[in-house]
Structures are given as structure tokens and as C-alpha cells.
């Protein structure tokens, strides 16, 4: 039995093949890279802070959020910089086709509702100060964040049709 999942080979203008190596293969990879190195930085700073913050926590959450992003793109870029016409193991079609996509969505959406939760704290504190010294705490802001991590999961679990 074959254990393969083989796509006709697309016909495709050899320009927009050399642009698409470019893209995926050279340039994509330096983003990742510095991305990487520099999120990478960003943790080991806000990590050795002695500071115990609501922003501090914001950040911290939003580093990692963008470092595991980052970290999660590199199997679709592997993917996508191979050859149009190449086979793909049954596993690895799987993988890219149900989990990645839900990971790598789950992640950036995480970083959107985290610069939501940043966004609606600095309202607050500028429109209604004495209402932003009530609320204004650590441990409200970790349930924020992890409210919105399930959220942001949930929202991007496949569905999986039924037969």
C-alpha cells in the first residue's frame, strides 16, 4: 500500500517558482532567524526582571506567544519551500493540514487578544483612574491571559465533519 500523498505537479511560470524560492528559502528564514534570536532576548530580559507586573506579565506572555509562533512556522516553511510536485508521507499531509494551521493561528490570535488586554488596560487607566486602581492586578490579569489562550484554542480547533 502506498503510504504517500502525491499533488499533480502544478504547471507553474518559472518566475513565479524562483519567487516563491526566494521568498520561502532565503528570506523567510532571516525573519525567523532574527525574530528568533531577538524574542529570544526579549525573555531572557523581561525573565531576569524583579518586577512582578500586570505589563510585565503582558509582555512576557506576548514574547512567548510570538516565540512559539515562530518556533511553529519553521515545519511550514520546510513545507512550503519544497517542491510543489514532491510526495508527502500520510503523517506528514496530516500534520500539515489539521494541526499546524490550528497552532500556528492559535498563536497569533493569542498575540492579538494580548495587545486587546494591553490596549483596554491603557483606556482604562487614561478615562477612569480610580476604576484602574481597583481592577488593576496581577492575579486578574494571569486569568485574562489564560482565558484567552483557551479562547483563542478554542476558536481554532478543527471541525471535524461527521460522515
Known sequence: MNNTSC????????????????TYAIIMPVILAFG???????LLVAGQSALNSVALSYLFAMILSNTFLMIFAVPWLVHRSSEPSECYSHSNAF???????????????????ILLCMSIERFVSVTHPAFF???????????????????????????????
Do not use: G, Q
Not at 534570536?37 to 526579549?42: A, D, H, K
Not at 500534520?95 to 487578544?113: C, D, G, K
Open 7 to 22: 499533488f499533480p505537479s502544478a504547471d507553474e511560470p518559472p518566475d513565479v517558482a524562483e519567487l516563491r524560492n526566494v
Open 133 to 163: 486602581r481597583r481592577i488593576h492586578l496581577l492575579p486578574r490579569a494571569r486569568a485574562a491571559l489564560l482565558v484567552f489562550l483557551c479562547l483563542s484554542l478554542a476558536i481554532h480547533v478543527p471541525h471535524v465533519p461527521e460522515k
Open 36 to 42: 528568533f534570536l531577538l524574542n529570544t532576548f526579549s
Open 95 to 113: 500534520y500539515h493540514a489539521y494541526f499546524e494551521p490550528v497552532i500556528l493561528n492559535w498563536m497569533a490570535t493569542f498575540s492579538s487578544y
